[in-house]
């Protein structure tokens, strides 16, 4: 909530003043015809009255106090002190003219202080609510200084007015207390100020409208005589007595209704919050059902792309088993020794491609395998394929995850590889293989194909020193498309060592 | 329960994989009693032939598959069933299991793998 800004009491539910002002004028204008007809003088109404301001007073003060401790508002902070001021000098006024205070008799009593304190009270108030307006752009902990400049000056007032005459016979226009004269002068201009330069506080409108019918009760005044006065307008200081009180009830009903329609403003912001909120809650109801909706469509998109990717898998891999059977009833038909031989390669060959996808298959991303267990297999396969059981077999493999565009070329490299050790190095059929994948300190990952057989060498293709076979020409091919280079050396045994330039991770 | 054949029946809905399977029963010595590509086939013909062994593909032509088939075959006949699977996904290798393979081999099948079961199928059907 914002506070310290008169915008606090700016909003659509404003008071309408102008009605209250109306209301109060008519109520006025009636009790003012009553006193003047009946002529109304009597010390008890006046004691009621007085009273009544003094209440109504007190009861604006701690009202402008309250106000101002809520929002901040420095102009009803220095208001609610000049009330406060206000407050003490009508008990002053109500209590001196009691014949227990009075140490005079009781019509001297009524000259000389109840007409003398009226004057400094009637001063203090003007000069306190119009000073509260030009005081609003401080901060309020001028307040007390400003509370002992309005006690001083009533205090001077008070001694000023012991000192002016009271009543005096009736001169310019028939005023009969031109030392009043300045009260309804200084309550115009009190309230043409808060007309013009407050025009977005309620509390400043509300000051404004009582202390306009202020400046017309007061008016009343300048024509008040003592009881005893002939006079054909007797009556008239009761008028403004009941001027005042009608104008602090005007001032303490707007203030009562400035209370009550932020409560009612307060009311219909909280209802229209909590429907924003029930909005709020139902859009994001929506959203969030949305967005259950889009993932479920998104998983079933993936579950759709998984069965794909198996079921692509599985024809590729029923394929290569076609190709492969079609090879099995070739080699049958064959006579040839060096052609079946040929054939039985190429089903070497086929089976590296098939272990791919089966291993693709069996993946839980359908992309990648760990190559440790599909080089043990491959090996295995190749081995029980062509050598006897007397040819053992290691394979040592780092965990490295890979995809088919690694897996294929290397499956077919890595058959190539020991097929040919397979072939050349064991003439008595007996021996050892051992295939090694593996990291090297400088990062650099190397697949090394060994045997401890009788050596043979790799044909250099470039050199066309003979005409290479089929699986020369193969790992020529597949060790350039792997970015890799091959070592072949000879100790104890022919050792095949490809190197990789980089590998990254799919 | 009679006694069974020494033969294998295959059943395998791709012809062609299947003559080469033929192919390399009978170069282990065996001969092939028949073979099938639907699962009504299969049981029809496990049932005139009684083979010892039968090398099951799951995929099949028609509604019931070779797991269908094998269960039905081991009620009635109780010849050894070399499952032989394209598939490795753990719903399908559930459902073998339950229809008491006597193995199963991912496709692609080696050589090797393909005799060494065979052979132990037959020893174990008493007709090594």
């Known amino acids: 909530m914002s506070s310290s800004s008169a915008d606090a009491y700016s909003a659509t539910d404003s008071v309408d003043f102008g009605k209250n002002l109306a209301v109060a004028f008519i109520l006025f204008g009636l009790g003012a015809i009553g006193i003047l007809i009946w002529q109304v003088q009597s010390p008890i109404f006046h004691t009621i009255l007085d009273t009544s301001v003094f209440l109504a007073s007190g009861l604006i003060a701690l009202l402008l106090w309250d106000i101002s401790k809520r929002t901040g508002q420095p102009l009803a902070w220095f208001l609610a002190i000049a009330f406060g001021v206000l407050t003490a000098a009508e008990l002053v006024h109500t209590m001196i003219a009691l014949e227990q205070l009075s140490w005079e008799t009781a019509a001297e009593a009524e000259v000389r202080w109840r007409a003398g304190t009226w004057g400094p009270s009637a001063y203090i108030s003007a000069i306190g609510v119009g000073t509260a307006l030009l005081l609003r752009v401080y901060p309020r902990r001028l307040g007390g200084i400003y509370a002992m400049a309005l006690i001083l000056l009533y205090l001077a007032l008070l001694v000023v007015f012991q000192l002016l005459p009271r009543y005096m016979l009736p001169g310019f226009f028939g005023i009969t207390r031109p030392t009043l004269i300045g009260v309804p002068l200084i309550w115009a201009a009190t309230s043409f100020g808060y007309w013009r330069l407050e025009k977005n506080s309620q509390v400043a409108r509300a000051v404004c409208a009582s202390a306009a019918f202020l400046a017309l009760a007061h008016c009343f005044m300048l024509f008040s005589q003592p009881a005893d006065y002939p006079s054909l307008t007797v009556g008239t200081g009761m008028v403004a007595h009941f001027g005042k009180v009608m104008a602090d009830l005007l001032l303490l009903m707007s203030l009562t209704q400035i209370g009550a329609a932020d409560t009612a ?3 219909r912001a909280e209802a229209e919050l909590i429907q924003l909120n029930r909005n709020l809650e139902q859009r994001i109801g929506e959203r969030t059902s949305e967005l259950v909706g889009a993932n479920a469509r998104l998983s079933q998109a993936l579950e759709q792309r998984d069965l794909l990717l198996r079921e692509v898998y599985h024809r590729v891999k029923n394929n290569l088993q076609l190709i492969d059977s079609m090879v099995t009833l070739q080699v049958r038909r064959l006579t040839d020794p060096d052609a079946k031989l040929a054939l039985k390669g190429l089903r070497r060959r086929l089976f590296a491609l098939g272990l791919v ?54 499956g077919l490299l890595v058959t190539e590889l020991v097929t040919n050790s397979l072939k050349h190095a064991f003439p008595d059929g007996k021996g050892r293989i051992e ?16 045997d401890n057989g009788t050596g043979y060498d790799i044909p250099d293709v470039a050199k066309k020193e003979k005409v290479p076979g089929l699986g020369t020409t193969l790992i020529d091919g597949l060790v350039s498309q792997l970015k890799a280079v091959i070592n072949v050396r000879r100790m104890n045994g022919t050792v095949s060592e490809v190197l990789f330039a980089q590998y990254e991770a799919p | 329960m009679t006694a069974l054949e020494k033969a294998v029946l295959i059943v395998e809905d791709e012809h062609v994989i299947a003559m080469g399977l033929a192919v390399q029963i009978e170069d282990m010595g065996l001969t092939v009693c028949g073979t099938a590509d639907t699962a009504e086939d299969a049981v029809a013909q496990a049932r005139l032939h009684r083979p010892a062994i039968i090398l099951m593909d799951v995929r099949l032509r028609g509604a019931k598959d070779g797991v269908d088939a094998a269960q039905a075959i081991y009620e009635t006949v109780g010849s050894k069933i070399i499952f032989i699977t394209g598939s490795r996904e753990q719903k399908t290798i559930d459902r073998i299991n339950q229809d008491h393979p006597f193995a199963t081999l991912f496709k692609p099948v080696s050589d090797r793998q393909l005799e060494t079961k065979v052979s132990e199928a037959m020893l174990a059907a008493g007709q090594a």
């Open chain 1, 265 to 267: 403003r307060r009311l």
């Open chain 1, 357 to 410: 996808h089966q291993q693709l298959m069996g993946s839980s991303d359908l992309k990648t395998f760990d190559v440790s267990p599909f080089l043990k297999e491959l090996s295995e396969n190749i081995i029980e394929g062509i050598g006897g059981r007397d040819i053992s077999l290691s394979v040592t493999a780092m965990p490295l995850y890979v995809g088919l565009d690694f897996a294929i070329p290397l």
């Open chain 1, 435 to 450: 295939v090694v994948l593996e990291r090297r300190d400088d990062g650099t990952m190397v697949l090394i194909v060994s």
